[in-house]
């Protein structure tokens, strides 16, 4: 059984920062990239960060330059650091084990709401 769970998010004021964890369990984490998605009401699920099993990175426009994405391979866990928070930042925050390049395992979602 697979499992993913986020924490970290919560209320903060613009230019504020948060950290995100993604913990995983079971067989899924060191040869799988991982993916940080968010969802705002009435809008799609985006693509926020993903890194690879290797440790490349790679980011949405609107977050690049503020967070960073990282795993720790040991603990079975990846992070993403979010720096200069902005009200449009504020969404449902998924973490993602990819397992193929179209399908995965979701994590619950971490509420990440930025004041303005």
């Known amino acids: 059984q697979v499992q993913l769970v986020e924490s970290g998010g919560g209320l903060v004021q613009a230019g504020g920062s948060l950290r995100l964890s993604c913990a995983a369990s079971?067989?899924?984490?060191?040869?799988?990239?991982m993916d940080w998605y968010r969802q705002a009401p009435g809008k799609q699920r985006e693509l926020v960060a993903t890194?690879?099993?290797?440790?490349?990175?790679n980011y949405a426009d609107s977050v690049k330059g503020r967070f960073t994405i990282s795993r720790d391979n040991a603990k079975n866990t990846v992070y993403l650091q979010m720096n200069s928070l902005k009200p449009e930042d504020t969404a449902v925050y998924y973490c993602?084990?990819?397992?193929?390049?179209?399908?995965?395992?979701w994590g619950q979602g971490t509420q990440v709401t930025v004041s303005s």
């Open positions: 890194i690879t099993s290797s440790g490349t990175t």
């Open positions: 079971g067989s899924i984490f060191r040869n799988n990239a």
């Open positions: 993602k084990a990819n397992v193929t390049p179209r399908w995965g395992y």
